[in-house]
């Protein structure tokens, strides 16, 4: 944890630098009413997250000397990572097309993808599954909760 | 006698169709939610959260309390059959739960399992119907500045005692302290964090946080394990019921078990996990045949189920009557009751007295149907094991899509969902834990506006904090909080390295 510790710790660090620079932004102190201004607060959390993160950084550091051995194993966790990475990129893509397409068309085309090209189901369980997933949370969340769902910017009104 | 007869009207209550139906659901996702691998109580609880808007508060908050512990008693089906707990709180039962289905005695540990968590959870809704309501009493002699103190030492609890690294825990809490500020302050007005998004002048929403720590990143991080959740077989069940003396055997831990639940489950930050550890440990001192402990022995498996039943009670008294959550379930708990419009804390045992009661009854009801599931219905619950993951984590992130959507009707939830799926990804990849994000989270606005509140009143005078004996009581609390761990430590140091113990 040494090195991501460190690099996080920086990160946390700017992150903290940049709330100061915020919250001094806002009123400060306490005026005459006795009435603690909005600024003060968020001022008190970023200075203790800048602390923690000093710390973080320092103990990331120090961690780092343990880290010569297991070179092969970082290679085999940034291996796992890049599949996390690729469902992260996954999921955004399909937030955006839902913008485009709607719910239901999107949800179509992702759910079969997912389950027929990256988790290798047969093609016809594939089918069954995107059909009984996307139409089955569509009617739900429609027709039985009431919850009108994006239409999609191309397809709105068509499918309806 | 105004406790009977709030007992009384409470199961009159939990008896009408509308919420004796929501609690069946509920205990049943919960039950679900615990069995699947690698989800829990808070990815259950945050996916049904969305299913509660506008509806009536008590079946809504009856049905998510059955989602919490109905998860507690389904965990312990995966850690027995596959040796991959639910969540953190059923990793003990793995000690010997495993050991037990590879020995062929997988419906014996179930079993065990089942008697354990139903007793834990019915002792543990006693202990609330006889605590709560004093508490509650205690709590109405709390004023702005005592609040103030009762959160804050509420954070310093789950900071020392939510994780191995300290640093990462109050990060953590930093993090979700600076995610509540967001938005327009309360008293002002003046956007705080919001940097021109007119969508975060009301804040963030809780649910879009919820999902996307406990859905979305549950689902990124579970992927790296997929392989093994894929390859998984589930094994014959037979024998359910210990017989009689393999039941007196286990009653010891199983009262012990509850005991130490609860009384952990109060504490902010020790929960469910920590108590099943104590538990185990405790049983494993006391019993006969301590060196079968680890190999099979349905003591440990009693030991453990018993405490994480046990610790839900103990965590909805300080989450019913104070308003603090114990753990990041109740958390989620807590954040779904504010939706629904709920303010949890001293006065709502007097406010809503028809709604805390109901919601009492309704788990020793909610217990009662999960044991009777669980025995009647095992064999289905265990064809749920067979459903394949890739199927439900991808329904899972729609569902949390719909969640997320449901809040506004607006796809700038979804994409910050999105962001907190990858926020909670990293935290859980890094070690970080959620729970104090979450606590601070759902507490942070009520400790500033206790903190404003106080000063306010003494006009802007800090002495505030230190002029009443609950609010110095609270604060030598504190004060051992901080400096317990540190004298530990120096002992430590000073007898080279040895354990001591305080």
Redesign the interface.
Known sequence: ?GM??FR?GLV?SVISLV?IG?ALS??QG??N??????GV??LF??I??LI??I??TI?GLKGKKKQTEGIGQFNMISL??N??LL??AG??V??TV??FLGFLVS?II??FI??HF??K?KLSNSLF?TLI??FG?YFI?QSF?N????EGILLTGIIQ | METIQYLVGGLANTFTFQTLLYLIIGVLVGQIVGILPGLGPVTGLALLIP?TFGMDPIPALVMLTGVYYGAMFGGALTSIMFNTPGDAAAVVTTFDGYPLTKQGKAGLAIGTATIGSTLGGLVSAVLIVLLAPLVAKLALAFGPAEYTILIALSFLLIIGLASKSK??S??SA??G??LA?IGQ?P??G?P??TFGHFELLQGIDFVVVALGLFA?GE???S??NYKEMKDQKVGKVTKIFPNKQEFKQILGPIRNGTLIGFVVGLLPGAGATISSFLSYSIAKKSSKSPDSFGKGNIEGVAASESANNGSVGGAMVPMLTLGIPGSNSTAVLLGGMMILGLQPGPMFFTNYPEIAWTVIVSMFVGIIILFLMNTLLLRGFIQILRV?Y??LA??I???A??GA??VN?S?FE??LM?AF??LG?FLK???YPLAPLVLTLVLGGLL?QN??RA???????YIAFFQSPISITLLVIGLLVIVIPIFKKFSKKQSGGKEINV
Request: charged share 10%; aromatic share 12%.
């Open positions: 944890m991501t510790d996080s946390l709330s915020y806002l009123p306490i005026t009413m006795g009435v603690l201004q909005p607060f968020p959390i970023s203790g997250l923690f993160s710390i973080l103990q796992l990572q599949k996390s469902l992260i999921i955004f399909y937030f839902v913008l949800t992702a759910v997912s389950i990256v988790f189901h599954i997933i996307s949370t969340f909760l919850n009108k769902l994006p | 299913m640093v990462k109050g990060i930093l993090l302290l600076m500020l302050d008293i002002t003046t705080r964090y979305i689902i990124i991080s992927l790296e394949p890739s199927i991808v329904s992130i729609i569902l899509f719909l959507f449901s009707r796809m979804v994409f999105g799926g990858c990804y990849k890094n070690d500033e903190w404003r000063l306010s009143i003494s006009d802007g005078s």
